[in-house]
């Protein structure tokens, strides 16, 4: 019997945002766990939509979608923060809370999930040290730099340690020098098992690492294996 | 000069302690412009409510309007009762109205929540939470407000009564509006609270279900 590996699977996937505008034609695709992709492609070529698929945060026009053998259809639109919890996300734009500060933003996920705090104060200060930010704790959003705010939106992703983390251009508005330390924590992520799906258009990003990259075009999907 | 650098510093220090030393933040912010009005303007529809309530006991227990004709007592107990209506019914579509504001206001916010794994209850907690205390704490001040008023009117209600009412007890307006009005002191914000409470859970659970 054999054993399957697949953590997101997509069938025959279709999606539209109106009659007139198809995204995607007939899509199929195998993540599988302790992957690390990258999803290519112009601008407005469906990169955020497919990451928005994956997530279950939109739901096909056809087509279906499996989560750990899962279908996503299926799920009542009610239980679905129930798969929401088992992925991370990080953002271009950061996301983080400005009326929250540093570490309130970080445990947010936690909070979100009904967790005590007194069990998972310790955890949080120890993961915004591992980011670097164990000098911001305390810190408000609007007073960290580009960089800092977006390790600190990493932080928010793995905190509830997810099955896997998608992350949306994480890099396009940071300087080189943050990029590259950004890279680094999710390989460091991806080390410890657990899936990465990035979205980017940085070409240095593909250089960097030994990954599968999800090239879109013409509303479909090629998939390229670099080693 | 120096007092100028001492007054700046300070500032900055005050700067720097508030950044550091935070208080506790909810999730949805609910220390917007909007709140402010929304609290302003509940305090005010509660004190008219407490006046009301307060009149309107007053009245019913005066020996002169116990004499009146009983289709006069009720159409007048029927004109108190819709205007005691009518200002629950405002408070309501205020809170409704604020409900939608502050889900507008955060929406940024409630779209992270349920990308994180927020379910809708708990997204339907949060507002209900930042009305509650804004029903309760309007209510508090609005019929604090009420009573307050009542004493201070107290003497002047006394002397018309007797000028009206020959043969009125002293005590008359003492038993009937001041111990009636601590009845109209607890009473209304626990309505109001209840009112906010009812009309942000209808309000929002309809919106959540598009997120």
């Known amino acids: 019997m054999a054993i399957n590996n697949n953590l997101i699977k997509l069938e025959n996937v279709y999606h539209r945002y109106n009659i007139t505008r198809d995204i995607f034609t007939d899509i199929s695709l195998d993540i599988v766990k302790g992957g690390f ?13 497919l990451l928005k698929l994956i997530s279950s945060a939109l739901s096909p026009s056809n087509g279906d979608i499996f989560f750990l053998g899962n279908k996503i259809n299926q799920v009542p639109k009610n239980e679905l923060y129930k798969i929401k919890r088992q992925i991370g996300f990080v953002f271009q734009d950061f996301r983080l809370l400005p009326h929250l500060t540093t570490y309130e933003n970080v445990a947010l996920p936690l ?9 998972y104060k310790k955890d949080v ?10 000098h911001c704790i305390h810190t408000y959003p609007n007073y960290l730099s580009g960089g800092e705010q977006q390790r600190a939106a990493i932080a928010r992703a793995v905190v509830t340690s997810p ?3 998608l992350a949306d251009e994480p890099t396009g508005n940071v300087d080189q020098s943050n990029s590259s330390k950004i890279l680094t924590l999710f390989q460091e992520m991806n080390k410890l098992g657990t899936t990465i799906v990035i979205a980017t258009h940085d ?7 030994n990954a599968t990259i999800i090239e879109i075009a013409d509303k479909k999907i090629n998939l390229n294996k670099r080693k | 000069m120096t007092l100028l650098n001492k007054v700046l510093n300070q500032s900055m220090e005050r700067k720097q302690i508030k950044q550091l030393a935070p208080k506790p933040a909810d999730i949805i912010s609910n220390d917007a412009f909007y709140n402010r009005y929304l ?7 509660c004190y008219l409510k407490s006046i009301l309530l307060s009149s309107y006991l007053i009245l019913i227990k005066n020996p002169e309007f116990l004499e009146l004709s009983i289709s006069i007592i009720q159409a007048s107990q029927l004109a108190w009762g819709f205007l005691i209506l009518l200002v629950l019914i405002i408070i309501a579509y205020i809170i409704t109205y604020g409900t939608h504001t502050s889900i507008m206001y955060n929406t940024n916010t409630i779209n992270l929540l349920t990308l994180i794994g927020a379910s809708n209850n708990f997204i339907i907690k949060r507002v209900i939470f930042s009305f509650a205390k804004i029903g309760i704490l309007a209510g508090l001040v609005g019929s604090s407000m009420g009573l307050l008023t009542i004493l201070v009117m107290y003497p002047f209600l006394r002397q018309i009564s ?3 009412n020959d043969n009125i007890s002293n005590d008359f307006i003492y038993d009937t509006s001041i111990l009636n009005d601590f009845a109209v002191f607890l009473s209304i914000p626990i309505f109001c609270f209840l009112i906010c409470i009812i009309s942000s859970y209808l309000t929002v659970r309809k919106i959540i279900k598009n997120y």
């Open chain 1, 163 to 165: 099955k896997i983390i």
């Open chain 1, 111 to 119: 909070r979100v999930h009904d967790k005590n705090e007194k069990d």
């Open chain 2, 162 to 164: 007797i000028l009206f």
């Open chain 2, 39 to 45: 609290l302003i303007m509940i305090t005010l529809l």
């Open chain 1, 203 to 209: 070409e240095k990003l593909l250089s960097d690492i």
């Open chain 1, 125 to 134: 200060v120890e993961l915004l040290s591992w980011v670097n930010l164990e």
């Open chain 1, 37 to 49: 992709y990258f999803i290519t492609g112009s601008s407005g070529s469906g990169k955020t939509t």
